[in-house]
């Protein structure tokens, strides 16, 4: 059984920075991609940023510049260094990957079960 575990989230001022952390545990063969999503009340979901293996990494126009998505292969672990936070970055923010597991032969979709990031003064 896999599962990802969030942390991080909390109220932070304008202006300010939090660090979302990610980690998967189980029986995992390989996690090709890692991301983070974001679903703000009465939005649709989001993908917000996503690293590759190799460390490739994209992000959403909204947040180039003040998000860093990074990854700690060892620990099986995604980080999402946010600053410069702005009160329209208040979501919940999901993390997500595909993963292989030691049984399956294609990676699946795994969900974090959220962290609740509000940007408030």
């Known amino acids: 059984q896999v599962q990802l575990v969030e942390s991080g989230g909390g109220l932070v001022q304008p202006g300010g920075s939090l660090r979302l952390s990610c980690a998967a545990s189980?029986?995992?063969?390989?996690?090709?991609?890692m991301d983070w999503y974001r679903q703000a009340p009465g939005k649709q979901r989001e993908l917000v940023a996503t690293?590759?293996?190799?460390?490739?990494?994209y992000y959403v126009g909204s947040v180039k510049g003040r998000f860093t998505i990074s990854r700690d292969n060892a620990k099986n672990t995604v980080y999402l260094q946010m600053g410069s936070l702005k009160p329209e970055d208040t979501a919940v923010f999901y993390c997500?990957?595909?993963?292989?597991?030691?049984?399956?032969?294609?990676?699946?979709?795994?969900w974090g079960q959220g962290t609740q990031v509000t940007v408030s003064s």
């Open positions: 690293i590759t293996k190799d460390g490739t990494t």
């Open positions: 189980g029986s995992i063969f390989s996690i090709p991609v």
């Open positions: 997500h990957s595909l993963i292989m597991t030691q049984a399956s032969g294609l990676p699946r979709a795994y």
